[in-house]
């Protein structure tokens, strides 16, 4: 079993002991409502996740999905309250992320700033932008409901399940498919291990990170547009903090943030973990201020827990070897 | 005659290299703002207006010299407004259940510098010891800090009272006026001063460019990288501490939402300064500058009447801006050029060669 399975194996397993913990310690954890619930929650987070693996396996880091999250729902309220069809606000939202991410790949390709910090500054952009695009009245901030039936049918389930529930898998088996069987993915991995030598054996470096930052940004208008649907409003606190919790999940599952291995799985794995945490932390009674705490926390134990596991994978990799 | 025409071309050379330097864009810059408020808002040069303005500069200027020592080192903070939040939160909560006496506000002074300490420590050893991304460490301790401050504060703010008798301590660092000028710019002053000297006149200061300009390089010499990384972000979790702590004694209200968002003001000030984020690069002058030119920048912003939505985008953009001219000077001066205008150059050189042959 080589390193790659053993780290999924590993998410999986957290995942299975955090439901068995909260299956056995609180009531209607394993309700059909609450399933419900908690696979809508992940959806939302897993499906900004998923973008999120794609950059950082490509060797960056995309700290703007917040505000893209924010900005693509804002406009995409506003196309569903001027009576547009469902589909035409899914586009809208993905065309606004695809346009952000694309800007954010031009400030890190073109103008060679170092991927956090444009990122982090875009950020600011896109939520101001969101900030400016919502709601109104004589200057203040309301909470509009978005009259369209078309459009909030999205939010909709089949049994148990949500529609966005469905999108986000069938989007991430997409994703762990080119990750893993086509030319472009390959390209990502190995820009994400080695720039360097991945450019000199000729990955077209500048294309591989625009289509993972464009892949991130659409990502985000998905999930912008479901949550919209749902929520039946949009507001500027759409996206707040999302990229943390992507971050979190994608580390959780197993995508390290020097880039270059993890895949869309384990961000699955990772948003279901994160998603679960805040679900039985809930149930706990735990308020949504500690929830952060855990949530800084993990990060920071995933990410040593990560350099450790990989080290440790090195040293058996070389006692094999020798 | 040739010594004549030598200072005629070097008076034009001066004022272009004078333009290309960074003081002379800093000048560039504080001239055009100037001019901007001269024709929207004349009351930006009132005295008033600009003794606020320096309250912002000397807070966004002490998190300023902090975050110095840690972009030196080619790291990254992020936590900066949240521990200003909290150590501001200590010392207000202090002041006021310890029923107002020098001693509660030692106490609150004291835990707020060690919960300074503490997370540098914390950030230090996650980053020189296992190595982990710094913005990565200190965005999860930004909400983990954010969390504890809502816990410790319960979710409330802290509304000190301002007392008429004579042993004000609280009142006194954030608002006393001394020679003309407030508290909290002498302390700006101060941290400046020690700044300036830790990093011009200490063996840590100037080894503190050698761990940025090549953390490798620097090992090799000897020089102890991880403690210089972890001291670096002890300053930085300090200053921010004491910024915290003289915000919340300047607006006498103190809890989560102290200071938030500062980061992104450090940040831009830091990026419009010039120092390099990939570290080794910018001094003392630079982060001072930059938080002259934020707190500008952000009474423009009220002073015009201009929408408070619109901050951040105004903020992002500016930040983008600054690190863009950044990169593209440093790429010039190291004399890197992208793989495109390579091919154009290598192009226009074939082209050359071949009129020349069939000549």
Not at chain 2, 58 to 76: E, K, P, S, T, W
Not at chain 2, 293 to 322: C, E, R
Request: hydrophobic share 55%; glycine share 12%; charged share 10%.
């Amino acid at each position: 079993m080589n390193s790659k399975r053993i780290r999924i194996l590993i998410s999986f397993l957290l995942v299975v002991i955090l439901a068995l913990f909260f299956g056995f310690t609180t009531e209607s954890f394993f309700s059909a409502s609450n399933l419900s619930q908690l696979l809508r929650d992940a959806a939302y987070v897993g499906t900004i996740a998923l973008g999120m693996c794609c950059v950082i396996i490509s060797g960056n880091i995309d700290l703007s999905a917040g505000g893209m999250a924010c900005f693509a729902g804002c406009i995409c309220a506003r196309l569903a309250l001027a009576g547009m069809p469902a589909i035409v606000c899914i586009l809208g939202a993905m065309a606004i992320g695809a346009i952000m991410g694309f800007i954010n790949s031009l400030l890190v390709n073109r103008l060679h700033i170092a991927p956090f910090v444009a990122t982090l500054a875009a950020g600011f952009v896109y939520s101001g932008l969101g900030l400016i695009f919502t709601f109104r009245e004589n200057g203040r901030i309301v909470n509009k409901p978005v009259m369209n039936p078309g459009f909030t049918s999205i939010a909709g389930k089949v049994g148990i399940i949500y529609y966005c529930v469905i999108v986000w898998i069938i989007l991430t088996l997409i994703i762990y498919f080119v990750q893993l069987r086509t030319r472009f993915g390959m390209h990502t991995y190995a820009l994400g291990s080695h720039e360097t030598s991945a450019k000199m054996s000729g990955v077209k470096a500048i294309r591989v990170k625009t289509i993972n930052y464009v892949i991130c940004g659409v990502m985000c208008g998905i999930a912008a547009a479901f949550t919209v649907a749902y929520n039946n409003t949009a507001t500027a606190s759409l996206g707040n903090a999302m990229e943390f919790q992507a971050i979190a999940a994608c580390v959780v599952g197993g995508v390290v943030m020097s880039g270059g291995s993890g895949n869309a799985i384990g961000a699955l794995l990772g948003s279901l973990f994160m998603a679960m945490l805040s679900n039985g932390m809930l149930k706990y009674g735990i308020n949504v201020d500690w929830q952060k705490m855990f949530q800084g926390a993990l990060i920071i134990v995933a990410t040593a827990g990560d350099a450790q596991f990989a080290r440790i994978m090195n040293a058996r990799m070389r006692a094999r070897n020798s | 005659m040739n010594g004549k025409a030598k200072s005629n071309v070097s008076a034009g050379v001066r004022i272009k290299g004078f333009l290309g330097s960074k003081w002379g864009q800093r000048a560039v810059l504080l001239i055009l703002s100037a001019i901007v408020m001269a024709i929207f808002e004349p009351k930006f040069f009132t005295g008033g207006n600009w003794s606020s303005i320096l309250l912002a500069i000397a807070l966004y200027g002490i998190m300023a010299c902090g975050m110095l020592f840690v972009i030196l080192i080619g790291c990254m903070d992020l936590s900066v407004g949240s521990m200003a939040a909290c150590a501001g939160a200590y010392l207000a909560f202090n002041w006021v259940n310890g029923g107002y006496t020098p001693q509660a506000f030692l106490t609150g002074l004291l835990l707020g510098l060690i919960a300074g300490v503490i997370v540098g420590l914390l950030h230090g050893v996650l980053v020189a010891f296992l190595n982990l991304p710094a913005f990565v460490v200190t965005l999860a301790t930004q909400y983990l800090i954010y969390g504890y401050v809502v816990w410790y504060t319960k979710g409330a703010f802290i509304y000190p009272t301002r007392l008429n008798t004579g042993g004000d301590i609280f009142y006194f660092i954030g608002n006393q006026r001394f020679l003309g000028l407030a508290m909290p710019v002498w302390i700006f002053i101060i941290v400046v001063i020690i700044t300036a000297f830790i990093l011009s006149k200490t063996t840590y200061g100037r080894r503190l460019y050698a761990v940025g300009g090549s953390n490798r390089a620097a090992e090799l010499v000897g020089i102890n990288t991880k403690r210089h990384t972890i001291i670096a972000f002890i300053i930085c979790s300090l200053c921010s501490s004491l910024a915290g702590m003289v915000l919340v004694s300047m607006n006498m209200v103190s809890g989560c939402t102290t200071a938030q968002g500062y980061q992104g003001d450090v940040l831009m000030a830091m990026m419009v300064g010039g120092i390099n984020l990939a570290g080794g690069e910018g001094d003392i002058s630079g982060a001072v500058f930059g938080a002259l030119f934020v707190g500008i920048i952000n009474n423009m912003i009220i002073l015009l009447g201009i929408p408070s939505d619109y901050k951040d985008t105004i903020q992002g953009v500016i930040i983008i801006a600054a690190v863009a001219i950044n990169v593209y000077q440093s790429r010039k001066a190291a004399g890197i050029i992208s793989p495109a205008k390579a091919r154009r150059i290598a192009e226009k050189a074939a082209k050359e060669e071949a009129a020349k042959s069939s000549q």
